[in-house]
């Protein structure tokens, strides 16, 4: 007669095992979760500082590629960039949700067929949620060059300082 053998399964895991891999998961999200966050608003920021920028880049070319003067609108109610005169070909910019616009002034920037302008304008972007640092872009007159750096608040008056 022949003996049936049966063998015990010893192939997955225990309750406690499953436990403990699971509070060393937890532990190591929290540890990564603020990088994580602080990671995705720079990201964020630096998104809306190439769409500004870009988008200030974009119509200073066409006005001087057109030999027109080009007029762009900066709409701080849905943080939105537009052209009514077509400088814009590649279509209006919105920010990513969660930045503010902010700026010093009307929310007109004109550029000239030469493109130069004829105002100064310092335009600030931040995180909704007050976090991170303060960017900012700057059209200086009368050449219209536009730079880039970060908001001094503790200036008097503040300033866009140059991004080292």
Do not use: W
């Not at 279509?91 to 030469?114: E, F, Q």
């Amino acid at each position: 007669m022949r003996l049936l053998h049966f063998y015990r399964n010893n192939y997955g895991f225990t309750l406690i095992e499953t436990l403990i891999v699971l509070i060393i998961l937890g532990i190591l999200v929290a540890f990564t979760a603020p990088s994580f966050l602080s990671m995705n608003n720079k990201a964020k920021m630096n998104d809306a500082v190439n769409k500004v920028r870009g988008a200030l880049q974009e119509a200073q070319r066409e006005a001087m590629r057109k030999s027109k003067n080009c007029t762009l609108t900066l709409n701080t109610l849905n943080n939105k960039i537009t052209s009514n005169d077509g400088c814009l070909v590649t279509g209006d910019r919105t920010l990513p949700k969660g930045v503010n616009m902010a700026y010093n002034g009307s929310n007109i920037i004109n550029y000239g067929m030469r493109g130069n302008t004829t105002t100064n304008k310092t335009i600030r972007l931040s995180l909704s949620d007050g976090s991170g640092q303060t960017k900012c872009i700057a059209v200086s007159l009368p050449l219209g060059i536009i730079r880039t750096g970060i908001y001094d608040t503790n200036a008097t008056p503040p300033v866009c300082k140059k991004q080292l």
